[in-house]
């Protein structure tokens, strides 16, 4: 079964600087699919980005970026020029190509300093 | 597009109570999905339905568990006999299949404290 691991339970960042969060998984498949999702305080998910294994370009959208090293099974979420409005737990999630549910890591709470 | 609703977002009950909890979907998607949250933890899958089938359920589903999705709509998952262990925040999320991965739509999700 395919897992997902963060293990920063916990991330601090000062405003406009950059944080990375870390995730790692285990998956024997080769096509699948990566996403980073934010949940703040009112906790409703939020997607933040997605990475389709296949493809070697990391993806961006905006501030956020993600680091995706296939072989190295590792994808963390690169965020730029934080705000205070970043300030969640993100999650870390796995779906395999065609899958249906999606495979949660434990999350890691970002706190953002002013 | 208003986004998946769900109904209550807090429900206290005592153990041993049943319960019941609506989704409604985004309007176009065909997919809905559940998933359980405990706190500090990741979303675990629970069951998903495409259109009014449920397709697959997870081994955490019980048999006190119980979802439904007639006409393919919203969505409704009952608790019978609940346990406090059943204390937790139920959240569903829709997607639409197409071409492209299904990215799944999360709802504010429904908190359940057992008593």
């Known amino acids: 079964a395919q897992t997902v691991t963060q293990s920063q339970p916990e991330m601090s960042v000062q405003e406009a600087e950059t944080v990375t969060l870390s995730c790692t998984y285990d998956?024997?498949?080769?096509?699948?699919?990566l996403f980073w999702y934010k949940q703040p305080p009112s906790r409703q998910m939020i997607l933040v980005i997605r990475?389709?294994?296949?493809?070697?370009q990391n993806a961006t959208e905006n501030r956020f970026s993600v680091n995706f090293q296939k072989a190295a099974k590792s994808f963390s979420l690169k965020i730029s020029d934080s705000q205070l409005g970043d300030a969640a737990m993100y999650f870390c999630?796995?779906?395999?190509?065609?899958?249906?549910?999606?495979?949660f890591g434990a999350g890691t709470i970002l706190r953002v300093k002013s | 597009d208003t986004g998946v609703s769900q109904d209550p977002r807090h429900k206290i009950t005592k153990r041993g109570q049943n319960v019941t909890f609506r989704c409604d979907p985004i309007s176009e998607h065909n997919r809905l999905y559940w998933y359980r949250q405990t706190l500090g933890q990741g979303p675990e899958f629970l069951t998903y339905?495409?259109?009014?089938?449920?397709?697959?359920k997870s081994r955490l589903l019980s048999d006190r568990f119980s979802a439904e999705r007639p006409k393919g709509s919203f969505s409704t998952l009952e608790i019978q006999r609940t346990e406090q262990g059943d204390s937790a925040m139920y959240l569903c999320?829709?997607?639409?299949?197409?071409?492209?991965?299904?990215?799944?739509?999360f709802g504010p999700g429904t908190r359940l404290t057992v008593t």
């Open positions: 339905f495409q259109n009014e089938a449920q397709l697959e």
């Open positions: 999320a829709s997607s639409f299949i197409s071409s492209v991965v299904a990215e799944q739509y």
């Open positions: 999630a796995y779906l395999e190509e065609y899958g249906n549910k999606l495979v």
């Open positions: 990475q389709e294994a296949y493809k070697q």
């Open positions: 998956t024997s498949e080769s096509d699948y699919y």
